[in-house]
């Protein structure tokens, strides 16, 4: 069978980090291969995902499967426009020709999984859409740790949720919580997309032909030339507290430049080697400026002025979390501080980013 070695490893390289999620199984690191009537099929599986791309050869090759990362090294090195790959006289490997000859060992396709068989309704929407919306605020499940997956594993998902005129998406750590909202002709669906999928599915619904599946207890995406799978979260992503969250009586506290605090954010980050990995930073806010303080861990302390007018006040927070918050606003133009509490600000209480579309809480 005869195969553009591009075509081929695009698709064993979206295939692959299916393949390399932990496992006891030699065949779930293996890619399902299958060439019938000028198409190939190449699978993928594992226990949460299943992933399918087909692409263009020529000729028919009985199914079998093959350690996706050896097939993946030959075809990152192929010089050749066209590669060959057919059974060997050995049982168990499959002949590879292009600029270079190998032989690879390979599994009885028997070996390998049954395809899903789940049933999964269509969801009209704008997909590329969906997956700016979800790129938007997935940052925040960056700041996660494992203790936080541990005990709320719904801080490790993104919550979508679209009605027939509007698509909003959520992601929280726990501290931090960041909404994207935007006006979209969409069906009504509410789902979570664990940050662990959010690449692959991302990629699924910006591909040609692209429509996102949903189904009980699983999600996909269907495209040109392939469609993914996978589970969805059981434990569900808390809307309605987020939503409280969103309804404080946020109150302007006043405008500053991302330039005004990222400098002084990285430099209190810098500090960090140990512990939580972060320092508590502390911003005074009076009528004629604020000041930024903190104390690093070897004792020294810090403070910076910054010109402006604000609301009295004093707020402490996260300094990592507030630089990734930071780095998401355009660094040309001014956002605004609102915050719940403008006579004075909890080191628990909440401050509200304005971004053009989506707030960062």
């Known amino acids: 069978m005869k195969i553009n070695p591009k075509q081929l490893l695009a698709a064993v390289t979206a295939l692959l980090p299916i393949t390399q999620k932990r496992t006891t199984l030699d065949v779930m690191r293996t890619i399902h291969i299958e060439g019938f009537g000028n198409w190939l099929t190449l699978r993928a599986m594992n226990a949460d995902e299943f992933a399918e791309r087909v692409i263009d050869c020529e000729g028919d090759f009985p199914p079998v499967c093959v350690n996706a990362e050896r097939l993946a090294t030959y075809l990152q090195h192929e010089s050749k426009a066209e590669v060959v790959i057919e059974p060997a006289e050995m049982a168990g490997r499959l002949n590879y020709r292009g600029g270079a000859k190998a032989s690879i060992a390979c599994i009885a396709a028997d070996q390998f999984p049954a395809s899903p068989n789940h049933k999964m309704e269509s969801i009209g929407l704008n997909c590329e859409d969906l997956a700016d919306a979800i790129e938007s605020v997935e940052w925040v499940l960056a700041l996660n740790t494992k203790e936080q997956l541990k005990s709320r594993p ?54 040609e032909g692209s429509d996102l599946l949903l189904g009980e207890s699983n999600i996909g995406v269907s495209f040109k030339g392939g469609r993914w799978i996978g589970r969805l979260l059981e434990e569900k992503f808390p809307i309605e507290g987020a939503l409280q969250m969103m309804q404080c009586d946020f109150k302007k506290v006043g405008s500053m430049m991302p330039s005004d605090l990222m400098p002084h954010l990285e430099i209190c980050n810098s500090f960090v080697t140990t512990g939580k990995g972060f320092i508590p930073i502390r911003i005074e806010f009076e009528a004629k400026g604020a000041l930024i303080k903190f104390n690093a861990v070897d004792a020294d302390s810090y403070e910076y002025p910054i010109d402006g007018k604000f609301t009295p006040g004093i707020w402490k927070a996260n300094s990592q979390e507030l630089l990734a918050a930071v780095r998401k606003l355009n660094p040309d133009l001014p956002f605004t501080i609102k915050a719940d509490d403008v006579k004075h600000f909890l080191s628990d209480g909440i401050i509200e980013v304005i971004l053009a579309d989506s707030r960062v809480g």
Do not use: Q
């Open 154 to 207: 719904w801080v490790g998902a993104a919550n979508v949720t679209t009605s027939e005129k509007s698509m909003r998406t959520m992601a929280t750590n726990g501290h931090m919580l960041a909404v994207n909202s935007s006006a979209s002709i969409c069906g009504p669906c509410c789902f979570d997309i664990m940050r662990e999928y959010i690449p692959t599915f991302c990629a699924g619904l910006r591909a």
